[in-house]
C-alpha cells in the first residue's frame, strides 16, 4: 500500500498513522518527525529547517523533496509506505511523481482528513508527546494515566514548540493556502478519499480502513 495523510495541523495524521502503518505494515514516514530528530540532534538539515518551523511556515520544497526522495529509495519502501504531512504544495505533489515513476511505481490512495478550525487549535495546543517513544496523547481527548507521563514506556511528555495559538493559527493559514489545493489535485487523479476527522480516533481509524479497502459503511 503507498498512501498519502493529507490534512490540516493538529488532524490526526500522526495518530492514525500509527495504526495504518502498523496494519499494513508499511514505514511511516512523516517530514515533520525528521525535522524535529534533525533538530534535535543539532544536524545542518536541522538548523534549516528550525526557523521556518518556529514560524509555522513551511520549509523550502527543495529541501523537503530530497529527504522524501532519499527515505523512498530505502529497502523497507519496497512494499509501501505511508507519508505523513508531505507533500505539502502542489510542487512538492509533482515532485513525488516524478519520483515514484522514476521508480516505476505510484500511488494507492490520498486519505484527507477533514476537521473544523476551531477543533483544530484546540487539539494542537493540547497535545503532548513521549521525549522517549514518541507517542502522542492529547491533555483531554487523549490523556495519559499519569498526567505527564507515557503510558507505553514511563518516558517524559513535552509540548511542541510550535504547539502554541499563534504558531498555530499560522500554520492552519499556511495549510488554507499552500496545502488545501492538494485535496482537487488528488481529486482529479480520482486518487482522494476524504475522512471525517472529527470523530473519536477509533471511528476515524475504522473509516479510513474501509474507504481504503472499498467496503461502503
Ligand atoms: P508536522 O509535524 O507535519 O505538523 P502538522 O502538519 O502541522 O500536523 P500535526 O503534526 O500538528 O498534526 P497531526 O495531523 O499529525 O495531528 P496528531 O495526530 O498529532 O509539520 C510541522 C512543521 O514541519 C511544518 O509546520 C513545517 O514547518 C515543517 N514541514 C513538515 N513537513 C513539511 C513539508 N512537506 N514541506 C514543508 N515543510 C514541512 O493529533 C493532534 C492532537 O489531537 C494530539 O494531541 C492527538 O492526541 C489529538 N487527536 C488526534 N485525533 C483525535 C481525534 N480523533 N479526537 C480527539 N483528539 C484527537
Ligand atoms: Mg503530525
Ligand atoms: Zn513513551
Given at each position: 500500500m503507498r498512501l498519502i495523510l493529507l490534512g490540516?495541523?493538529?488532524?490526526g495524521k500522526g495518530t492514525q498513522a500509527v495504526s495504518i502503518s502498523e496494519k499494513y505494515k508499511i514505514p511511516h514516514i512523516s517530514t515533520g518527525d525528521i525535522f524535529r530528530y534533525n533538530i534535535k540532534m543539532q544536524t545542518e538539515l536541522g538548523k534549516k529547517a528550525k526557523g521556518y518551523m518556529d514560524q509555522g511556515l513551511l520549509v523550502p520544497d527543495e529541501v523537503v523533496v530530497e529527504i522524501v526522495e532519499d527515505r523512498l529509495k530505502?529497502?523497507?519502501c519496497k512494499a509501501g509506505f505511508l507519508l505523513d504531512?508531505?507533500?505539502?504544495t502542489v510542487n512538492q505533489a509533482k515532485a513525488l511523481e516524478a519520483v515514484l515513476s522514476k521508480m516505476n511505481t505510484g500511488l494507492d490512495k490520498v486519505v484527507n482528513i477533514e476537521v473544523d478550525k476551531d477543533i483544530l487549535v484546540q487539539r494542537a495546543v493540547g497535545r503532548r508527546i513521549c521525549k522517549n517513544c514518541g507517542a502522542t496523547y492529547h491533555v483531554e481527548f487523549n490523556p495519559p494515566e499519569?498526567?505527564?507521563?507515557?503510558?507505553?514506556?514511563s518516558g517524559e511528555l513535552y509540548q511542541r514548540d510550535d504547539d502554541n495559538e499563534k504558531t498555530v493559527g499560522k500554520r492552519i493559514e499556511v495549510y488554507v493556502e499552500e496545502t488545501k489545493p492538494l485535496i482537487d489535485f488528488y481529486r482529479e487523479k480520482n486518487k482522494l478519499v476524504t475522512i471525517?476527522?472529527?470523530?473519536?480516533i477509533n471511528i476515524v481509524f475504522d473509516e479510513i480502513i474501509e474507504a481504503l479497502e472499498g467496503n461502503s459503511l
Open positions: 490540516p495541523p493538529g488532524a530505502n529497502q523497507d504531512g508531505f507533500p505539502r499519569k498526567s505527564g507521563i507515557c503510558d507505553k514506556c471525517d476527522g472529527k470523530n473519536d
